[in-house]
């Protein structure tokens, strides 16, 4: 089963628009919890990652919330822009890294 | 700087048959692992290897051999092709064990 569970499975925002990614988690363990994103026919790229002693990280338009004591976490995209479009994972590590099942990004010019 | 280089893009097998999908990064990295991405599944670890000589199982090893004779190279050997093998596999390389910072394009691998 999949232990991280990542929601929703696709998103359709307008541009200028915020996306907003959300994940939770189960396992107290996970220590690095970071984000990729995938364009099609490329593999992953590490986007931005939190360790669970920081509430929030912000690198540009990309925001991670994190929520300790409710075991979650989201990625926020400010000013959503078409070349944002992608699919998005998070992920959790304890000694390897569990991944959610993506989400596909759509940002409508 | 190539970064994961993984070869071949494509490829399409019979079952039964039997073929090594190759990766290689030029970044002097010692962890380096090996992920199939299915539908609605997000990555899922095969195998991994936190240096030459060393390597261990992940969450879905059944069916896969790995090695690792340099730090440079870090082939995944398919036994016997099922088509519960038919996916996308990416290799991936760090210089952090457990964490996956560089991913190769993949190969896309479809077993009949």
């Known amino acids: 089963q999949q232990q991280v569970k990542q929601s929703p499975q696709s998103l359709i925002v307008q541009k200028g628009g915020i996306s907003i990614i959300n994940c939770a988690y189960e396992?107290?363990?996970?220590?690095?919890f970071p984000w990729y994103q995938q364009f099609p026919g490329k593999g992953p790229a590490l986007l931005i990652a939190i360790r669970p002693d920081v509430s929030e990280k912000k690198e540009g338009r990309f925001t991670i919330s994190f929520n300790k004591s409710a075991k979650q976490f989201s990625l926020h995209i400010m000013d959503s822009q078409p070349g944002d479009s992608a699919t998005y994972f998070c992920a959790a590590k304890d000694n390897d890294m569990r991944f959610g099942a993506g989400t596909r990004l759509t940002v409508k010019p | 700087n190539a970064g994961v280089t993984q070869t071949p893009k494509f490829q399409v097998l019979k079952t039964g048959q039997s073929m090594t999908l190759q990766c290689a990064q030029d970044m002097n990295h010692e962890y380096m692992s090996w992920y199939r991405q299915d539908p609605g599944m997000g990555l899922r670890l095969i195998h991994y290897?936190?240096?030459?000589?060393?390597?261990d199982q992940g969450e879905v090893p059944n069916g896969y051999n790995v090695s690792r004779s340099t730090t440079e190279d870090f082939p995944l050997r398919l036994l016997s092709a099922a088509p519960s093998q038919t996916s996308v596999y990416f290799c991936?390389?760090?210089?952090?064990?457990?964490?996956?910072?560089?991913f190769g394009d993949g190969t896309r691998l479809s077993i009949l």
């Open positions: 991936a390389s760090s210089y952090l064990s457990g964490q996956p910072q560089h």
């Open positions: 290897s936190v240096g030459a000589g060393i390597t």
């Open positions: 396992n107290t363990a996970f220590d690095y």
